[in-house]
């Protein structure tokens, strides 16, 4: 198993910080890489505060990954930033993380954004790109499992495993 402290080692493995440090843009793309960033929208007005909520969670058991909540102008710009791999994590409501799994409602005839589900909370859906390493998703929901009495509306483990777009990392945690 992946040590808690290699959790951040893992994400500034991809910085090249020589070839980024005289640009703002490329200060923000390495504040990207040190902090686990949970994206929400403005489109979905719950995700922000909840995300607020999760991000104190993590860092309270996983302190090494310096979680931060970010929040996108709207949905189209969550696409954006997932599908650039601007950002890993987001925490969306089940609807909206249908429509960009499968490329409906205003994303028809885009491609679709493979998202796996690491936990839910209600109608809320936290997410990764499905590309994020299992041993760094299984940190962050063991993260997310230590943490399940500061987490309102946590659904139960049982209900997240029969998530059919659960990610491998996550199922690891919750067996």
Not at 139 to 163: C, F, Q, R, T
Not at 164 to 170: E, F, Q, V
């Amino acid at each position: 198993m992946l040590s808690r402290r290699s959790f951040l080692n893992l994400l500034l493995a991809g910085c090249a910080s020589d070839a980024l440090a005289h640009s703002p843009w490329g200060q923000y793309q390495v504040y990207r890489q040190k902090h686990l960033l949970v994206l929400s929208s403005r489109d979905d007005p719950d995700t922000y505060p909840y995300s607020k909520i999760l991000v104190d969670a993590l860092n309270r058991t996983v302190p090494e990954a310096k979680a931060r909540p970010a929040r996108a102008i709207n949905l189209e710009r969550v696409y954006n930033l997932l599908k650039s791999d601007q950002f890993q994590f987001a925490l969306l409501s089940r609807s909206n993380v249908r429509m960009l799994r499968k490329a409906e409602g205003p994303f028809v005839g885009k491609e679709k954004i493979d998202l796996r589900t690491i936990y839910e909370f209600n109608d809320l859906e936290f997410v990764v790109r499905s590309d994020f390493p299992d041993e760094l998703v299984e940190i962050v929901a063991h993260g997310i499992v230590d943490s399940l009495s500061l987490l309102p509306n946590a659904s139960a483990a049982e209900l997240v495993m029969k998530n059919p777009y659960l990610h491998s990392g996550a199922l690891k945690v919750l067996r």
